[in-house]
């Protein structure tokens, strides 16, 4: 197989930027939140461009405390944007959000990295970085799907450990689908990168099942872990609607 990949001109990478297009008029015609679907869009392209600069940077300074502020950074502004479902109490919560997903995201990529992929040095920065992107963002998702979820039931008074049997239920919801479609109805990322680049199927299918193991590990375990730490809070507001 060829192990190179292509590079996209720029011409022709301007055209994946049309369905994006057709989806903000949309927006626009059904008078939906179209600018805000813009800025999104203005804004991967921002970031994106340079994450790719700042990438080239670490990856050549080979640094574990470079690498270390990163997972830092990743998980303080993840645990910012996974409360954003509920920002009356994001304030209250960030603490809590900020320990769940650390400690879910933090485990499986402890586990994964020095375990399955027994990464030397420990940090290895082409491998650390994306996969701890990876574990991150989807707890990350999945705390934001629970704080939503376990709010609105607490709002509709319903008692708290059914709320958080619901919230949790809810916030897998996305992961556990990706479970069932993956080689069936979609070929994830991680693997259709690597196809692309040239490996064998049969290997990238191995990395494929590891990340969608730790991929649903980490939202399970953030996501039970926050649902512990935010119970007295939730109690407190269950109390006041039903006085």
């Known amino acids: 197989m060829n192990n190179s990949i292509d590079t996209i001109p720029l011409i022709n990478l301007s055209l994946a930027f049309i369905p994006a297009i057709l989806t903000i008029g949309i927006l626009f015609r059904w008078s939906l939140n179209s600018t805000n679907a813009l800025y999104a869009i203005s804004r991967m392209l921002i970031q994106l461009l340079l994450i790719g600069?700042?990438?080239?940077?670490?990856?050549d300074s080979d640094?574990?405390?470079?690498?270390?502020?990163?997972?830092?950074?990743?998980?303080?502004?993840?645990?910012?944007?996974?409360?954003?479902?509920?920002?009356?109490?994001r304030m209250q919560l960030y603490k809590n959000a900020l320990l769940a997903i650390t400690v879910g995201g933090g485990i499986t990529l402890a586990m994964i990295t020095q375990g399955v992929l027994a990464l030397d040095p420990w940090?290895?920065?082409?491998s650390m970085i994306p996969i701890a992107g990876m574990i991150f963002a989807n707890a990350m998702?999945?705390?934001s799907l629970c704080a939503e979820r376990l709010s609105a039931e607490v709002s509709r008074?319903?008692?708290?450990?059914?709320?958080?049997?619901?919230?949790?239920?809810?916030?897998?919801?996305?992961?556990?689908n990706a479970l069932f479609a993956v080689g069936l109805?979609?070929?994830?990322?991680?693997?259709?990168?690597?196809?692309?680049?040239?490996?064998?199927?049969?290997?990238a299918v191995r990395y494929q099942?590891?990340?969608?193991?730790?991929?649903?590990?980490?939202s399970g375990i953030a996501s039970a872990y926050f649902l512990v730490l935010v119970r007295p809070a939730f109690e407190r507001k269950l109390a006041g609607l039903t006085d």
């Open 53 to 59: 600069y700042f990438l080239t940077y670490i990856f």
């Open 63 to 89: 640094s574990a405390g470079v690498i270390i502020l990163i997972l830092a950074v990743m998980v303080m502004v993840s645990s910012w944007i996974a409360l954003g479902t509920i920002p009356d109490l």
């Open 123 to 126: 940090y290895s920065p082409q």
């Open 141 to 143: 998702n999945s705390v």
């Open 157 to 176: 008074q319903v008692p708290y450990d059914e709320a958080r049997k619901i919230a949790l239920q809810s916030s897998l919801i996305p992961v556990t």
């Open 185 to 203: 109805v979609s070929l994830p990322g991680m693997m259709t990168g690597q196809i692309l680049s040239g490996v064998s199927p049969l290997i």
């Open 209 to 218: 099942i590891m990340v969608m193991c730790m991929v649903f590990g980490a």
